[in-house]
């Protein structure tokens, strides 16, 4: 057993609405096991002062094969109608037992 860790970032151009992004990481050696957890997020609207109504981030693990580990974030960032346009990051970690 041989624990790695990596620690992705995601980021997201302007836009509105919900957001969504499949990741890939690579490791030195085949996997035997991983796991996905969020680290941090950043997020601003582009312009001005705005209300919130919706600030939500999550990761999920998709799977793994041989050396590669599949995962994805999904995120929202929205006041009542949604129609301001914002900017993320999202901070992933990343955990494998390596063979
Ligand atoms: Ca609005």
Same mark, same amino acid.
């Given at each position: 057993?041989?624990? $790695?860790?990596?620690?992705?970032?995601?980021?997201?151009? =302007? %836009?509105?609405?919900?957001?969504?992004?499949?990741?890939? #990481? +690579?490791?030195?050696?085949?996997?035997?096991?991983?796991?996905? $957890?969020?680290?941090?997020?950043?997020?601003?609207?582009? =312009? %001005?002062?705005?209300?919130?109504?919706?600030?939500?981030? #999550? +990761?999920?693990?998709?799977?793994?094969?041989?050396?590669?580990?599949?995962?994805?974030?999904?995120?929202?960032?929205?006041?009542?109608?949604?129609?301001?346009?914002?900017?993320?990051?999202?901070?992933?970690?990343?955990?494998?037992?390596?063979?």
């Amino acid at each position: 057993m041989a624990l $790695a860790v990596r620690y992705p970032r995601v980021e997201f151009g =302007s %836009g509105t609405g919900p957001r969504r992004h499949e990741g890939k #990481t +690579t490791f030195t050696r085949n996997v035997n096991h991983a796991g996905v $957890a969020l680290t941090g997020f950043h997020w601003d609207y582009d =312009s %001005g002062d705005h209300e919130i109504n919706i600030a939500e981030a #999550t +990761t999920r693990m998709i799977g793994w094969e041989g050396n590669t580990v599949k995962w994805e974030v999904e995120l929202d960032y929205r006041d009542k109608n949604g129609d301001d346009r914002y900017s993320c990051a999202v901070d992933v970690t990343v955990f494998a037992d390596l063979q």
